[in-house]
């Protein structure tokens, strides 16, 4: 059963650099307990992941580029949540398959995307048999599962020789300052971590890193591009609330701290934010890395 897309890592206090994409955290990483935090994150999002959801979308064609999507091959999308990537697969033509960890989110692809199966299903132990895919994608899921390698292995189990893996993540907060924005608040206020929260794997990798863990895998030709553009907004409550209404490590980092240090983190969250300031709103710079791999 999947790994959904997200939920917690430690404060930046206590386990900062885990989450800052710094370095490892010192916290030992329990997978399934972190995974099924990460469960019960996306289980509540379902319904409220739209700002997100927006621009994780223009990662989409280039995912099905580097993995080589085209009519008539098998695609499996891991971490499918509303379905958006696996309906664009199918949309060029390619039989899809989409899997989460949050029986909401598949209920909510399967309405959406009547003549794609989708089904409950982790990207660390994926529900099908070695060699079955062409292709498999994963939008903004690798960061949102306890053990990523075992992911990878996976990944690699059921690809055919030949079949490439293309993964889309989100990009150091310093260039990312979409999330960044969050994660440097925590840390100008030194936020403790909120209590009941386990430790996490690291949630922002280089580019480096990323090559390394494929490489680790037994993957292929492994090449990392970025995607950056700038998401307009008109206040930074849109984007404050669309965040956080959203599964992932960052939400819960904030939303379960005490009303006192929640205000700290929301008034230097605007401080920072104020240098994207516009005559019409904000604009807040994003970039997305595009890591994919073939399996020989």
């Given at each position: 059963?999947?790994?959904?897309?997200?939920?917690?890592?430690?404060?930046?206090?206590?386990?900062?650099?885990?989450?800052?994409?710094?370095?490892?955290?010192?916290?030992?990483?329990?997978?399934?307990?972190?995974?099924?935090?990460?469960?019960?994150?996306?289980?509540?999002?379902?319904?409220?992941?739209?700002?997100?959801?927006?621009?994780?979308?223009?990662?989409?064609?280039?995912?099905?580029?580097?993995?080589?999507?085209?009519r008539g091959l098998q695609v499996l999308d891991v971490g499918s949540g509303p379905g958006d990537l696996a309906a664009a697969a199918a949309a060029l033509g390619a039989d899809t398959v989409g899997i989460d960890v949050a029986p909401s989110?598949?209920?909510?692809?399967?309405?959406?995307?009547?003549?794609?199966?989708?089904?409950?299903?982790?990207?660390?132990?994926?529900?099908?048999?070695?060699?079955?895919?062409?292709?498999?994608?994963?939008?903004?899921?690798?960061?949102?599962?306890?053990?990523?390698?075992?992911?990878?292995?996976?990944?690699?189990?059921?690809?055919?020789?030949?079949?490439?893996?293309?993964?889309?993540?989100?990009?150091?907060?310093?260039?990312?300052?979409?999330?960044?924005?969050?994660?440097?608040?925590?840390?100008?206020?030194?936020?403790?971590?909120?209590?009941?929260?386990?430790?996490?794997?690291?949630?922002?990798?280089?580019?480096?890193?990323?090559?390394?863990?494929?490489?680790?895998?037994?993957?292929?030709?492994?090449?990392?591009?970025?995607?950056?553009?700038?998401?307009?907004?008109?206040?930074?409550?849109?984007?404050?609330?669309?965040?956080?209404?959203?599964?992932?490590?960052?939400?819960?980092?904030?939303?379960?701290?005490?009303?006192?240090?929640?205000?700290?983190?929301?008034?230097?969250?605007?401080?920072?934010?104020?240098?994207?300031?516009?005559?019409?709103?904000?604009?807040?710079?994003?970039?997305?890395?595009?890591?994919?791999?073939?399996?020989?």
């Amino acid at each position: 059963m999947v790994q959904p897309l997200g939920v917690v890592g430690p404060a930046l206090a206590g386990a900062g650099p885990a989450l800052a994409g710094a370095g490892a955290s010192t916290a030992t990483v329990d997978p399934a307990e972190f995974n099924r935090l990460e469960l019960d994150a996306w289980e509540a999002a379902a319904g409220s992941y739209g700002f997100l959801r927006k621009l994780t979308a223009r990662a989409n064609g280039s995912l099905l580029a580097a993995a080589g999507v085209a009519r008539g091959l098998q695609v499996l999308d891991v971490g499918s949540g509303p379905g958006d990537l696996a309906a664009a697969a199918a949309a060029l033509g390619a039989d899809t398959v989409g899997i989460d960890v949050a029986p909401s989110m598949v209920r909510r692809a399967a309405l959406a995307n009547h003549a794609i199966p989708f089904r409950v299903g982790s990207f660390e132990a994926i529900p099908a048999g070695e060699g079955a895919f062409d292709a498999v994608l994963g939008g903004f899921v690798f960061n949102h599962v306890g053990s990523p390698e075992a992911a990878l292995a996976e990944a690699w189990r059921v690809l055919r020789p030949g079949g490439h893996l293309a993964l889309a993540t989100w990009d150091a907060p310093s260039r990312n300052r979409l999330l960044g924005l969050f994660v440097d608040a925590l840390s100008a206020i030194g936020a403790p971590p909120p209590s009941g929260l386990p430790a996490g794997p690291i949630h922002f990798r280089s580019d480096d890193e990323l090559r390394a863990l494929f490489v680790a895998a037994g993957f292929a030709g492994v090449g990392v591009s970025r995607i950056m553009f700038e998401a307009r907004v008109p206040d930074l409550d849109t984007l404050w609330d669309g965040v956080l209404d959203s599964g992932g490590q960052i939400p819960p980092t904030i939303t379960r701290q005490p009303q006192a240090i929640r205000g700290a983190i929301r008034a230097a969250f605007d401080v920072l934010a104020a240098v994207h300031r516009r005559p019409d709103g904000y604009a807040i710079p994003v970039s997305m890395q595009i890591i994919a791999g073939r399996r020989p």
